[in-house]
């Protein structure tokens, strides 16, 4: 796969009565796309300042996986499979599931489900989750993996009486966030006919399992909840408001590079089939090709989109990383230029704008390269990969001493401590003792 979308592991742990932590582990595969997340971060800014929540302390995550769900965490964290961006009609349906969670977050329901579980008497430290209606019926699903293995063990390791007020508590909540989803969409001037067709959704699915018993215990039926909704959304003067053009053709692109990418390349042509010459269609194509190993003509279909939407940074940036894959570093560079230009607060624009600097062979390139490199460090000092890209540059200027300072900073935020040590050890044999860089080095040997 492409490396402007990459899946990174990330550990998300349910803890349950008695069980060791490392026990109830689970990794769940994120993508990492600026183009999407940063749609999704404009969706929910408004709804977070609505509820009171400071935008900056809330994480939006994009999970790999094809199904419909969206799901927080107690850390504040707010998590959206891909699936549900590729089945929302609407942006207005998008941001439904992102009110809904949202209420999740501001209402503190997830602090007062591991309280209610404490009470219980059967679990010592809970991190549960709550989401828009399809993660907890896990229990009843069997395509729902460890977490659900995970939900159901705590099920039955309740007592009936425990169990039977805990779910009750947890499907109040559910009908709580519905409620705040209502508020913040209303507060935004929004329409609730997004959240109303979630619902509805989820009512059919639900219908559709009959037999999961355990998705009736953990979740409000959805009609109920969908009834409630219709009724508290009737007088709403948004109902019938429509989404922006701008929002419909951000979700359109945003679709299109997931499904280009992510999915089966049958299935992007029977979504975007030849004769759909729009710009989302053109874009999924390409990026299915790219993927499928037609780099040339990829890169062609490419550069014709990005050559009619020269003020799109996605567009450009993409442009440039085919180029860059297909070992035209120095061909790159002007679209990942204007990219950087265009974008300049996204790091991973100027990242891969620095990778391609330092593989052109030209000096004035590396000397370039380490500037956007080491500006990337100061815009996200917690990025590893900035400075293992910041090392190479150094390496290949000749500045042994930062290199290995850069190394060392990459290898203190992987947390390999051992490597970390050696590495500014290293550092401080090559740099000048009293410096910054010298110091930056003796500081990481005193905190390892």
Known sequence: MPKHLRLIPALFAILLAFAPISAMA???RLITDAETQNMIKDFARPLLKAAGVNPRSVSVNIVNDRR?????????????????????DTPNELKAVLAHEIGHLAGGHLRRLREQAEVAGRVQAVSMVLGIGVLAAASGNDQSGELGRMVSGFILGSSAAAQNNFMAYRQSE????????????????????????????LQRNQSSRAAAAGYLRTHPLAEDRLNQTLNRAAGSPFRNKRDSSEDVQRLAMAKAKLTGYLERTQTVLNRYPNSDKSLPARYARAIAGYRAGAGPAAVQQMAALASANPRNPNLQELLGQMLFETGQATAALKPLARAVQLA?????????????????GRSQDLNEAIIQLSRATQMDSGSARAF???????????????????????????RDIRLA?????????????GSPAWLRADDILALS
């Open 344 to 360: 300049p607060n996204e790091i991973e624009y100027r990242l891969i704008y620095g990778a391609a600097l330092s593989d052109t």
């Open 68 to 88: 419909f769900n969206a799901f927080v965490i107690e850390s504040g964290d707010i998590f959206i499979n891909y699936g549900t961006i590729l089945d929302s």
């Open 421 to 433: 040590r050696g590495l500014a050890k290293k550092a401080k044999q090559n740099l000048p003792e």
């Open 26 to 28: 689970q990794q769940i």
């Open 388 to 414: 293992s890209l910041l090392s190479r540059a150094y390496g290949r200027a000749g500045r042994t001493g930062e290199a290995d300072l850069a190394a060392a900073e990459a290898a203190f935020l992987r």
């Open 174 to 201: 559910e009908s709580a966030a519905d409620a705040a989803a209502l508020k913040y969409l209303e507060r935004t001037k929004q329409s609730a006919q997004g959240l109303i067709e979630v619902l509805d959704r």
